[in-house]
């Protein structure tokens, strides 16, 4: 389970929570403008926009069948980067972006949808349409739109397919948070097609669908940041005893319509910062009202959901920044100190072990 969220203040942030009960190998990675993205359906992408986000980097040697273009070898060197080291192999990797923000500012998070999403059977290309893979919608809309507003229009023809990226890698079942500084939208691959709804919340989190998700909020009116009143019986001598005492009824559960509401009633009352440093703070404060305790979603024997991570980038910067379970430091990579017209990704392992400043 996740949880994703916009937030604006000086400048535009986006982020999420990603909720598991393992890491996955997860490491920050920039795509440059000239990596070449090689699509299923849709040839190879040779320059897009540039792309900072969480994902996974795997080898494509194993999905890639005997049609490929020997071609594909010009692009397998990849430069590692940790701590200022580089190292350079021969490999075909491939970043499997959880989610992540182009130099433009356009920002787009896959999250758990599980027993609802439905990708189509790829049959044959039709005039007009553009099909693409699961795990390549977020390269695919990054790489070539700038603003919500292109990337509907792309997506009006789109079709997404339901490959496996590999044999063992099967499709994540996932709808999607696309969002610029102006808008917010919601992507959801059902039976019935390619479904965009307006995103008002600026949040999403997982089932039910995003309309029941909405129609939801209906029922938390009542709930304020405010002291209440009393609005039970004027008769009766009812007075606050706590501060805090508007938000009565919010609901506290892990389950992923409470996240949504809690979520998005902190969102919504969250007071922007001055500067940069209050505003990430900001941020991560708002992702904190969801975040998962190791212990408290028990999902199988020995087995507990918890935030691996949480990100927060600064969408017009292009500065990520990121925490996790077991490290709740601040660290951050900024996309603009590397070379963005390179052909090779960058990667940046997490920083592991909890960083403790001792004071005394």
Request: hydrophobic share 35%; charged share 25%; net charge negative.
């Amino acid at each position: 389970m996740c949880t994703a969220i916009t937030f604006t203040a000086k400048d535009f942030y986006f982020g999420r929570t990603l909720d598991d009960t393992i890491s996955r190998g997860e490491e920050v990675v920039v795509t440059p403008r000239n990596y070449p993205f090689l699509f299923r359906h849709m040839g190879e992408m040779h320059n897009h926009y540039a792309i900072i986000g969480m994902a996974c980097v795997e080898k494509t040697e194993d999905c890639l069948d005997g049609s490929r273009p020997e071609r594909e070898n010009r692009w397998e060197i990849g430069r590692h980067n940790s701590g200022g080291k580089e190292t350079s192999s021969v490999s075909r990797e491939y970043p499997l972006y959880y989610e992540a923000v182009n130099e433009k500012g356009l920002a787009m998070a896959g999250l758990n949808f599980v027993g609802n999403a439905f990708y189509q059977d790829f049959e044959e290309v039709m005039a007009g349409r553009e099909y693409v893979a699961q795990f390549e919608l977020i390269p695919w809309i990054l790489g070539q739109c700038a603003t919500v507003e292109e990337a509907r229009r792309r997506l009006e023809r789109l079709t997404v397919t339901g490959e496996a990226f590999a044999p063992g890698l099967l499709p994540a079942q996932l709808h999607w948070l696309l969002a610029d500084k102006n808008e917010a939208v919601t992507i959801e691959a059902v039976q019935e097609g390619l479904r965009m709804y307006d995103n008002p919340a600026g949040v999403l989190t997982n089932n039910p669908p995003f309309p029941e998700q909405m129609f939801q909020l209906n029922n938390y009116m009542h709930i304020s940041p405010r002291e209440p009143e009393n609005l039970f019986c004027d008769r009766l001598p009812l007075k606050t005893y706590s501060r805090g005492m508007g938000a009565l009824g919010l609901p506290g559960d892990l389950s992923s319509q409470s996240r949504f509401v809690r979520a998005v009633f902190t969102r919504m009352h969250a007071v922007a910062g001055s500067s940069e440093e209050e505003n990430v703070s900001q941020f991560f404060h708002i992702l904190g009202a969801v975040n998962q305790t190791k212990g408290c979603c028990r999902v199988g024997e020995n087995d507990y959901e918890m935030t691996i991570y949480t990100s927060c980038c600064n969408a017009e910067k292009g500065i990520y920044y990121y925490t996790t379970y077991g490290n709740r430091q601040i660290t951050a990579v900024d996309m603009r100190r590397e070379n963005l017209d390179s052909v090779l990704l960058l990667r940046y392992p997490l920083a592991a072990g909890e960083q403790i400043k001792m004071q005394n």
